[in-house]
């Protein structure tokens, strides 16, 4: 089963190089979300999409944009990268509605130099 | 801002004792969940208490909600040294149902 898969584990850009972070989920579910992880910052919400085609921002969206063409994929892309940027970013999905727990992917660790 | 905010930031126990983490929430919300994460790992879900639930378990854990003061404890009882990782409460609000906000986490070490 393998649930949440973010592609690549590991990036490292330059400053300017865009880039796009795969995740994809082999449950069928609706919801979908990417969070970026800073130490001592815990999670916070970039973007999130509640079903195929659509998208919202979330806490720190600037700099990201998202899209969900299919229901089983949530790409994050980074136009133009920051050393700002420089995180470990994780997906997760959830079957949707308000008490459903999240399940998480391994995380990407990007580092812009 | 984040929505919650766990207390201790860093916790340290012996194996065997039990250990408690704190989370306050600012605004109202539908339901509160704790994770786990190892480090270098993903998040992992480790139980889900609704608005109108007090208290609940989960084999060695306890959670209890207390919606007047905006808080939730999560108690981890006989720990282990596996149970090192770091602890996290996350919201998800009325009115905002489809955001999962996180707090900041506490680091629960265990020493064998």
């Known amino acids: 089963n393998a649930g949440v898969t973010q592609t690549p584990k590991f990036r490292v850009l330059k400053t300017g190089q865009s880039m796009t972070l795969l995740c994809a989920q082999d449950?069928?579910?609706?919801?979908m979300y990417w969070y970026r992880q800073d130490p001592g910052m815990g999670l916070r919400l970039i973007h999130y999409s509640v079903g195929e085609g659509t998208t919202a921002k979330g806490e720190v969206p600037d700099g990201y944009n998202v899209s969900r063409l299919k229901k089983q994929n949530f790409l994050l892309g980074l136009e133009s990268a920051a050393p700002s940027q420089t995180s470990v970013y994780f997906c997760?999905?959830?079957?949707?509605?308000?008490?459903?727990?999240?399940?998480f992917g391994q995380g990407t660790r990007l580092t812009v130099v | 801002s984040q929505q919650g905010e766990e207390d201790p930031q860093a916790l340290s126990i012996q194996e065997g004792e039990n250990a408690t983490m704190n989370c306050s929430y600012k605004t109202s919300i539908n339901n509160l969940q704790w994770y786990r994460q190892n480090s270098g790992r993903g998040l992992v879900h480790l139980i889900l208490i609704r608005s109108n639930e007090r208290e609940k378990h989960s084999g060695r854990l306890r959670v209890t909600l207390d919606t007047s003061k905006k808080s939730s404890s999560l108690l981890i009882t006989a720990s282990r040294a596996a149970d090192t990782a770091s602890y996290f409460c996350?919201?998800?609000?009325?009115?905002?149902?489809?955001?999962?906000?996180f707090g900041s986490g506490t680091q629960l070490t265990v020493l064998p």
């Open positions: 997760a999905s959830s079957v949707g509605g308000t008490n459903t727990e999240a399940f």
């Open positions: 449950m069928n579910h609706e919801y």
């Open positions: 996350a919201t998800v609000g009325r009115g905002s149902a489809r955001q999962l906000t």
